[in-house]
Nanobody, 124 residues
Framework: QAQLVESGGGLVQAGVSLRLSCAASGRTFSNNAMGWFRQAPGKEREFVASISWSGAGTSYADSVKGRFTISRDNSENTVYLQMDSLKPEDTAVYYC?????????????????WGQGTQVTVSS
């Protein structure tokens, strides 16, 4: 059974960095685009970043562009989200997701597999 498991979240102070990991199991996702989304309390889930199957294409939400970097290691079936210069408004549960296709997408409706999420809390 295909599964995505996020890790790396935590409680940090503003300005520091965190790296989230998303480990896939049960099947290979090397041919699938992957994405990160987040949901803050009382808010809808929002797009953070997406990466194509090869890693050649990426897309970022304006709110994280220049601070976050998405990458993948297909040999390890793992996707990463490097988060630098964290801000309190980055506080949310972060979800990893996989598309059924290889191209990037900013819409959560285009993603088929979802992880359970990892909490990131940034204090001021």
């Amino acid at each position: 059974q295909a599964q995505l498991v996020e890790s790396g979240g935590g409680l940090v102070q503003a300005g520091v960095s965190l790296r989230l990991s998303c480990a896939a199991s049960g099947r290979t996702f090397s041919n699938n685009a992957m994405g990160w989304f987040r949901q803050a309390p009382g808010k809808e889930r929002e797009f953070v970043a997406s990466i194509s199957w090869s890693g050649a294409g990426t897309s970022y939400a304006d709110s994280v562009k220049g601070r976050f970097t998405i990458s993948r290691d297909n040999s390890e079936n793992t996707v990463y989200l490097q988060m630098d210069s964290l801000k309190p408004e980055d506080t949310a549960v972060y979800y990893c997701a996989s598309r059924s296709f290889g191209g990037i997408s900013r819409s959560s409706n285009d993603y088929f597999y979802w992880g359970q999420g990892t909490q990131v809390t940034v204090s001021s």
